[in-house]
């Protein structure tokens, strides 16, 4: 039996780190390992936040270890958690890094932990280069890298930029798991009528709203007039994490306001399913990207997909095989919705979803990061 300490977002914090943290938590100990969960008391100062919050509403999952012991912004917290771990002595300490801003506090709780000459530091960098840069990223990224044994990449994007920070520590390279934790699938109608949703065709953008997201990208693609006369319907489902005024001026321009769906609140891991089941197709038109965890939502219930050819988003949906990948253009776009719609994809590509996802196990992810540490 490994004993494993992860460190990164879990309960009460929202957002699919957390959940991915609780779910890794869960497969590990389904196969007989202990593991303890070390989460933030502060994750980010509230000026720096730029959502609603940070805190979840759901329930408190059972059956894991959480505590909240790390504060990002106080360096005595970082001292008291390094030795924390250094005096339990995991096996592995996991650590989730995907902003450099996190950097300081991560890299000194690893530093402290390893001094005990048996705990191995291993991390899944989601991003190592941001998609938002700041003055200060690559000093901040390497403090954090130094630190680390080894690392655990989910997109051949990631791996290439960790070579940018070392050659000698190894990487585990594995895709997203699945995102099972939102509940089963729902007919479609019961779908849209729990969302209040008419009898129409959707397709679903679903995440935070930031620029590289590419959300102004697909609503000019909706002013397609092939899309029109199709009478497509967009939803939006997620929290704006910048000024709504540029989206609802592109929605007013291009008269779009009776085909978007604006939710633009974050949605509850409740209401998660309800969002995809009423859906036809995901889009993600994202101008950058590492990985999404939001494709395995959409593999999860069965979505076809178009995504740009941006990052590992490639990777994870062939082409032709469960959706499409496109060019971040708004014609190209707007082209893959109407083969879509106008060539009746849907059941050929369902098919393909269902086949393709066979290969994001939770169980494979956690074995793989177990093996990764029996070889450092």
Known sequence: ?????????????????????????????????????ITFTVQYPAILFPGKTQYSDSDRPEGISIKRELNSINPLSWVKVGWKVKKAKPDILFLRFWLPFLAPSLGTVARIAKTNKSTKVIALTDNVIPHESRPGDELLTQYFINACDAFVSMSKSVTEDLAKFTDK???????????????????????????????????????????????????????????????????????????????????????????????????????????????????QPYKTATQSGVTQIAYYYNKPMVVTNVGGLPEIVPAGKVGYVVSIKVKAIADAIYDYYSNEREASFVKGVQEEKKRFSWEVMGKGILELAGRL
């Open 169 to 283: 520590k190894e990487v585990f390279f594995q895709p997203h798991p699945l995102y099972d934790v939102f509940g089963p699938a729902i007919e479609k109608q019961e779908a849209k009528r729990q969302l209040g949703l008419s009898d129409k065709p959707y397709l679903l953008f679903f995440g935070f709203i930031r620029e590289y997201k590419g959300l102004d990208l697909l609503l000019e693609a909706m002013a397609d007039v092939r899309l029109a006369n199709l009478n497509l319907n967009l939803i939006v489902a997620g929290e704006y994490y910048e000024e709504k005024e540029r989206y609802e001026a592109i929605i007013e321009e291009r008269k779009l306001g009776k085909r978007v769906v604006l939710h633009t609140e974050y949605i509850p891991d409740t209401q998660v399913a309800a969002y995809f089941c009423a859906s036809d197709l995901v889009v």
């Open 1 to 37: 039996m490994a004993y494993i300490i992860l460190i990164g977002p879990a309960h009460p914090f929202r957002g699919g780190i957390a959940a991915f943290n609780e779910r890794l938590a869960q497969t590990w100990q389904a196969m007989g390992h202990k593991v303890d969960i």
